[in-house]
Nanobody, 118 residues
Framework: VQLQASGGGLVQAGGSLRLSCALSGRNFSGYFLGWFRRPPGKEREFVGS????????SYADSVKERFTISRDKTRRTVYLQMNSLKAEDTAVYYCAARFFTENSYTIWGQGTQVTVSS
């Protein structure tokens, strides 16, 4: 089972960026796919999630109205569209997966760096 995040980079404040998380190795029906981030010097925090089977999403208050999570079942990819980026969105972003019966995310991809310049 693998999750491969990509799409990070340097962007100016107010700009947009789209991260991708490619899924491989299993059928992800029944899984939640989540995005997390670790800002410099801070703890990892939840950004949002999507239930793979039905596309239901949830978001942290800090990113609501700015970030959108979607998935493409054909491409087996989850996306994090980030708009109106702020300097405080600077972080390493990770995608992760958990089965719907689990309380925590148990499958993690490598991170991708997002830097927002002010």
């Amino acid at each position: 089972v693998q999750l491969q995040a990509s799409g990070g980079g340097l962007v100016q404040a107010g700009g947009s960026l789209r991260l991708s998380c490619a899924l491989s190795g299993r059928n992800f029906s029944g899984y939640f796919l989540g995005w997390f981030r670790r800002p410099p010097g801070k703890e990892r925090e939840f950004v949002g999630s999507i239930r793979w089977s039905v596309g239901m999403t949830s978001y942290a208050d800090s990113v609501k109205e700015r970030f959108t999570i979607s998935r493409d079942k054909t491409r087996r990819t989850v996306y994090l569209q980030m708009n109106s980026l702020k300097a405080e969105d600077t972080a390493v972003y990770y995608c992760a997966a958990r089965f719907f019966t689990e309380n925590s995310y148990t499958i993690w991809g490598q991170g991708t760096q997002v830097t927002v310049s002010s």
